[in-house]
């Protein structure tokens, strides 16, 4: 089997051999670690198949079965795998592997971030290891024993709880774990260094203590406590919310630089990319605080899904993932505005996982085909499996929802299942048929929900048709919460069970023409095609109940605008838009809400729903509509603008949101001629980085003199905190002008910048690619002939990395032919490097397909 041959859900066979314990023994070195890995194997049903395991770039030394060495003639060795003969039911293999962590610059198996070595196993990456059924749905007691030097590192961690420590000869140490919960390799996990450890301690619902440790690099401890409150926040909330318990005596959270995404969930053992965990008042924004709070809440809530109960096979990752998700999704809507949170949730589908399944990697959330795994940590799988978890929420209701859970977790703990396993689970606990429900499971693509309405005056009756398609799949079953509101007090909510292709429903009584608010709390990832007035807009703004729809039909209206924009750069804008941008800014509403409310539809959550679109006409067209509501209504911006300034500095909800709003009535007031000072001026007052930042993002996204001042004040300033010059890399990437080429060659060149560091390649390409869309785009092409040359650079370094930063040129069906031909031109490039990893291969292939 070649590398790139693709592997499919229906070719799952269980595995021919069991492994029930592991004992392992790392020698820690920089460049030559030695791994002795002793399993105990069973054979599972009579057969006479050889084993063969998995193992890459690894160095094998020697192979013991029962204790017997065995000739390099008994066991063939490959690229991928060794392969034996073994004629018992019942035996010992012991393998010896040697590994290189410091060369090690795609961070997958055993690497180094600085001086501390730290493992990343999902999905395959514990074959870099050593040899092994590297697969979920084989699980077992993992021993590991760790020996490294004592001054270099103090602290040696793996999974479970520490049963042995000592002192060794040549100044090394050694500490050995215990893990009793039987784990697929994925969730191992070994870490190594010398940190600074925050402790703290929680007390369960049954009353048992847990020792919570959070390991960061040394000077930064003061930055771990917003990490260890959200932690303890998501104890609480996970017991109070679905009764679940932390089963270790103890929870460790080491914090690293160098890591590929953003944090991982290995037995008690969490390894976290350093953005998600350090935060203080002067260095972190209040989307970090944030994002720290989730994440952390993230890899927790994986202790019981996904961890206690895992995936069979890699097919089924939403199985975890997208219930995770949802987990953390309705943790940070009770620890916030529920409101606010959900049309974040919102805005990230609509601008990325609606892309995703428009593109040519658009899978179902359980895929059925996969070349590398990697490519499929997904925005469908996390995000949209996540709306998928959440249908069932809204279909089940609150109660059911949790007896199908309780089932789930008492029919499969310790066991590795299907997303099938969990529906039929959520079905039978609450008597529900789900069987079409599960097609969610297996179709790609946006359903688009085309919708009519007709009142019929005489018979008081209001008749609504939904018919919904998706590239000729069969019909989902659709929650769809809608409300009608009419003069009457009180407005109709209902939830519609939409389940055929086309369905219908009359509503008695409905004494005048209601207008219709669709899609309450957003229930279902689906597009809408149901024009309404502008009045019927406004009057959703207003009136629905529902704080979704009302956020929602203001986007719409601006949609609305910025399309004709686009089409009639010259047209003027409505008065009765001012009017309703004019309401939202006097109305006494949350100030959190309203910043939502003022934030027009981003480039992305535009894009692909124009076809040929010239990305720069569509720029043009929200910055159009964006300075004329700011010429507008400036004394109202800034009258809002000055309103919401605050003395102190606090991070709580209300202050939070305050920054939100001032910060986005900035962004418009800046797009006016005059204003340029009052960017000056807040950097220079600001006494946190959220308001810092946004000054300095106006000012990238606005360039003037004072830009390079500002940017090499601030560098100057936070030149030693690492995560802070990510932000300044960020800035500097998305500069729009057209000095952004040679300010890219520059920060590539600059003595901080290293794409062997994920986070800091991320700062410049992401940022370019995503917040500087007008050069991304740039009708030169230079834009994308950047991103191919970093993706080349990368390609051989961290294949992870590169294939995550090649997602906006791969989506480009939307976009105008000559785009298009350009984009092409430069996958076919990247398409005949020679040593393409199977990661950029797989996505490029099906881009040129
Ligand atoms: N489960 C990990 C992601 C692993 C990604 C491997 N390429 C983090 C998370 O989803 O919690
Ligand atoms: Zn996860």
Not at 182 to 197: I, R
Request: net charge negative; charged share 20%; with cysteine.
């Amino acid at each position: 089997m070649s590398d790139f041959t693709p592997r499919y859900l229906a070719d799952y066979r269980a595995a021919y051999f069991s492994i029930t314990r592991v004992d392992l023994t790392f020698e820690l070195e920089h460049q030559k670690t030695r791994v002795t890995n002793q399993m105990h194997f069973t054979r599972n049903k009579a057969h006479n198949l050889p084993l063969v395991l998995d193992g890459e770039q690894v160095t094998l030394v020697s192979v013991k079965l029962d204790g017997e060495i065995l000739a390099s003639t008994e066991y063939q060795v490959d690229d991928h795998s060794l392969t034996l003969a073994v004629d018992r039911d019942d035996f010992q293999l012991e393998i010896v592997t040697e590994i290189n962590p410091a060369d090690n610059t795609a961070l997958e198996g055993l690497f180094k971030s600085g001086d501390a070595y730290c493992t990343q196993c999902e999905a395959e990456g514990f074959r870099r290891i050593s040899y092994y059924l590297d697969r979920p749905d084989v699980m077992a007691t993992f021993t590991t024993k760790v020996i490294a030097d004592k001054r270099q590192c103090p602290h040696l961690l793996s999974n479970g709880n520490k049963i042995a420590a000592g002192n060794l000869a040549n100044g090394k140490h050694f500490v050995q774990w215990h893990d009793p919960f039987p784990k697929p390799s994925y969730l191992f996990a070994l870490v190594a260094g010398d940190f600074e450890v925050l402790r703290d301690q929680y007390l369960t619902m049954s009353g048992r203590d847990v020792a919570l440790e959070i390991f960061v690099d040394k000077g930064n401890i003061n930055k771990a406590h917003h990490a260890m409150a959200s932690l303890k926040r998501a104890m609480a909330w996970d017991e109070q919310t679905f009764g679940l318990e932390y089963d270790l005596d103890i929870y460790m959270i080491v914090a690293v630089d160098f890591f590929n995404m953003g944090a991982m969930e290995n037995k008690g053992l969490n390894v976290f990319n350093s953005k998600y965990v350090l935060a203080d008042e002067t260095s972190a924004t209040d989307v970090d605080y944030f994002n720290v709070e989730a994440v952390i809440g993230h890899e927790y809530f994986h202790n019981w899904t996904g961890n206690r109960v895992t995936c069979r096979d890699w097919f089924q990752l939403s199985l975890k993932e997208g219930l995770t998700v949802f987990r953390d999704q309705q943790f940070s809507a009770d620890m916030h505005s529920a409101a606010v949170t959900r049309i974040q949730n919102v805005r990230v589908l609509r601008s990325q996982q609606f892309a995703e399944d428009a593109g040519p990697m658009a899978h179902p959330i359980r895929p059925e085909k996969v070349i590398e795994m990697n490519n499929f940590y997904t925005l469908t799988v996390y995000e949209k499996g996540a709306e998928v978890i959440r249908m069932l929420h809204t279909i089940l209701g609150k109660e059911k929802f949790r007896q199908g859970l309780d089932l789930y977790f008492s029919r499969f703990d310790g066991m590795a299942v299907t997303c099938d396993d969990f529906i039929n689970a959520m079905a039978d606990a609450t008597g529900t048929d789900l069987e079409q429900f599960k097609l969610w499971y297996s179709q790609s693509g946006t359903p688009l929900l085309t919708v009519s309405e007709y009142y019929d005056e005489q018979n008081a009756q209001y008749h609504l048709t939904i018919a919904q398609s998706n590239n000729e799949q069969p019909a989902l079953h659709i929650p769809v919460g809608i409300e009608l509101i009419t003069s009457e007090q009180q407005n109709d909510a209902h939830l519609l069970a939409l389940t055929k292709a086309k369905q219908s429903w009359t509503f008695e009584g409905v004494k005048e023409k209601p207008v219709l608010a669709l899609l309450t709390d957003f229930t279902a990832p689906v597009k809408t095609n149901f024009p309404q007035s502008d009045q019927a807009l406004a009057c959703i703004m207003t009136r629905a109940d529902d704080e979704f729809c009302r956020w929602d039909a203001g986007q719409k209206l601006l949609t609305t605008y910025i399309t004709r924009v686009m089409k009639q750069p010259q047209m003027s804008l409505p008065d009765s838009l001012y009017q309703v941008f004019e309401s939202i800014l006097s109305a006494d509403t949350a100030a959190a809400f309203k910043a939502e409310q003022l934030t027009l539809p981003s480039f992305n959550e535009l894009v692909d729903s124009i076809e040929a679109v010239n990305p720069i006409a569509l720029l043009d067209a929200i910055e159009t509509v964006k300075r004329s509501l700011a010429k507008q209504l400036a004394p109202l911006f800034l009258k809002q603008y000055q309103a919401s300034a605050q003395a102190g500095y606090s991070h709580d909800g209300i202050a939070i949101g305050k920054r939100a709003l001032k910060n986005v009535c900035l962004s418009y007031l800046v797009t006016l001629d005059n204003h340029e000072h009052l960017l000056s001026q807040q950097y220079q007052s600001a006494n946190n980085m959220t308001d810092t930042l946004a000054a300095l993002s106006c000012a990238a996204a606005y360039p003037s003199q004072e830009l390079n001042t500002l940017m090499a004040d601030f560098a100057i300033k936070w030149s030693d905190n690492t995560l802070v010059m990510d932000k300044w890399f960020a800035l500097q990437a998305s500069i729009n002008n057209d000095t952004i080429f040679d300010k890219l060659s520059d920060l590539m060149a600059h003595p901080l910048f290293s794409l062997k560091n994920p986070n800091r390649a991320r700062a410049v390409i992401a940022a370019f690619t995503q917040n500087n869309p007008r050069y991304f785009h740039c009708a030169s092409g230079r834009g994308y002939q950047f991103l191919i040359e970093q993706l080349v650079l990368l390609n051989d370094i961290n294949p992870q990395v590169a294939s995550r930063l090649i997602t906006p040129l791969i989506q480009f069906k939307s976009l105008d032919a000559k785009r298009q031909s350009m984009i092409k031109e430069q996958l076919v490039k990247l398409q005949q490097h020679d040593k393409l990893a199977k990661d950029l291969q797989e996505k490029v292939d099906a881009a040129l397909a």
